[in-house]
């Protein structure tokens, strides 16, 4: 069984920094790309950022030159470190992968979700 484990949200005023953390658990061939979707109350889930296996990145307009996307290939892991953030971040943050199994079938797999909040 493959899963996603997320970690790292919460509370931070604006201006404020927080680093979120993904890693990929179970058994599996191969990790390809990774990345962070986030879901604000009563909207859609909206792409963050993404990164591939060679380490390629793209990124929402909105978090561009605030958000860093980096992956550890090893741990089959990524981060996203939120810099300057502001209210218009607030929403819940999902990871994403698409993973090869056991059996070689390729998949999409979600994380959980961690909330992140920010507010003074």
């Known amino acids: 069984q493959v899963q996603l484990v997320e970690s790292g949200g919460g509370l931070v005023q604006p201006g404020g920094s927080l680093r979120l953390s993904c890693a990929a658990s179970?058994?599996?061939?191969?990790?390809?790309?990774m990345g962070w979707y986030r879901q604000a109350p009563g909207n859609q889930r909206w792409l963050v950022a993404t990164i591939t296996k060679s380490d390629r990145t793209e990124y929402a307009d909105s978090v561009s030159g605030r958000f860093t996307i980096s992956r550890d290939s090893d741990k089959n892991a990524i981060s996203l470190q939120m810099n300057s953030l502001t209210p218009e971040d607030t929403a819940v943050y999902y990871c994403t992968a698409r993973i090869q199994g056991a059996t070689l079938a390729l998949g999409d797999y979600w994380g959980q979700g961690t909330q992140v909040t920010v507010s003074s």
């Open positions: 179970g058994t599996f061939s191969n990790v390809y790309h």
